[in-house]
């Protein structure tokens, strides 16, 4: 994520463009703008997950593209380096963006279960948690509200499985239409797939696309 401060000073209508897996911290941007008593709009390239609701600015997110917005925020799931550029600026991080960075992370590391989540995210976590980051909130949406379009395509996926090799690897089929009916995205479709490493026996998990040929879209 390239944040500029200076063209952030000289903007007069600030743009912040997100999606369904960086709205937490496009959230925090759009409270650091509101700061500078700048103008700022909020674009979400996707709709987002009503999951997510629960954060600041969750309502002012729009679909369109504001034609008069003069610099522009593309914003990614990077949620140390943003945690940096705030330290960097001097802004100061309320509870309602402690809450949102500390989602940011949640989701960013597969709910700290990720190979990539280290001393740095913990030591960010216990920060976060200073400032007054409303765990109980974030757990509550993220890990124990499930989307009903979710649950219909672990249905799907569920029925689609198959177990090989001594049921060591687990094979499940997607296809357009069940991400078309369910209302869910292929991203969804990745993250079932790692609650099935949870299957005893099962180390490996190919997802296959039922209606390009069989065609491996993914492996974990």
């Known amino acids: 994520m390239q944040i ?11 743009l912040i463009v997100t999606d369904r897996v960086s709205f937490a911290n496009a959230s925090v941007l759009y409270s650091c703008m509101l700061s500078l008593h700048k103008k700022v709009s909020l674009q979400n390239r996707e709709a987002l997950n009503t999951n ?4 600041p600015w969750f309502d002012k ?10 610099y522009i925020i593309e914003v990614d799931t990077e949620t140390l380096g943003l945690y940096a550029f705030l330290l960097e600026n001097n802004f100061k991080i309320n509870q309602k963006m402690a809450t949102a960075l500390y989602t ?21 976590v216990s920060e976060l948690l200073k400032l007054n980051a409303n765990k109980p909130l974030c757990h509550e949406y993220l890990l124990h509200r499930v989307p009903l379009g979710l649950m219909r395509l672990k249905e799907r996926l569920l029925k689609s499985l198959l177990l090989k090799d001594d049921a060591r690897l687990a094979v499940v089929s997607i296809c357009d239409d069940d991400l ?3 209302n869910t995205k292929m991203l969804d479709a990745f993250n079932i797939m790692r609650e099935f490493l949870t299957i ?9 696309k039922s209606d390009e040929n069989s065609k491996i879209i993914k492996e974990i």
């Open 52 to 55: 997510l609701s629960f954060l």
């Open 4 to 14: 500029d401060i200076e063209k952030i000073k000289d903007a007069q209508h600030i």
């Open 180 to 182: 078309r009916s369910t």
């Open 104 to 124: 940011g992370l949640l989701m960013r590391y597969d709910n700290f279960m990720s190979n990539q989540c280290d001393g740095k995210v913990f030591a960010l």
């Open 61 to 70: 997110s729009r679909q369109n593209r504001p034609s008069t917005a003069d």
């Open 200 to 208: 005893v026996h099962v180390e490996k998990v190919t997802l296959i």
